[in-house]
């Protein structure tokens, strides 16, 4: 593969992966016991630490590219695996 390739995957890994982590460890105004901005969301953060979200999403992103990699190596998952109706043919 080349890593031209290799840099576009990633990066769909790590913004696939931002989807993944953001939900994680949010705590609203009111959980937090702050008060609210006039005019702000319910379920608005009280405190986000972008920094943290990156080396959180950066290290989940890097795990599963990790294991793409190896499933491209190895083969374990394939696409004729996946066939569960028995209609393809074997690629060669």
Do not use: C
Not at 9 to 36: C, H, M, N, Q
Not at 40 to 49: N, T
Request: no cysteine.
């Amino acid at each position: 593969m080349q890593l031209s390739s290799l840099i576009a995957i990633y990066a769909l890994f790590w913004a696939f992966s931002i989807f993944l982590v953001l939900p994680f460890g949010v705590r609203t105004a009111d959980e937090a016991g702050v008060a609210k901005v006039p005019g702000q969301a319910e379920s608005a953060p009280a405190v986000f630490k972008p920094w943290r979200t990156v080396m959180r999403v950066t290290i989940v992103a890097s795990v599963l590219f990790t294991l793409f990699l190896l499933n491209a190596h190895f083969g374990w998952v394939t696409a004729e695996s996946l066939d569960f109706f028995g209609g393809m043919k074997p690629v060669e």
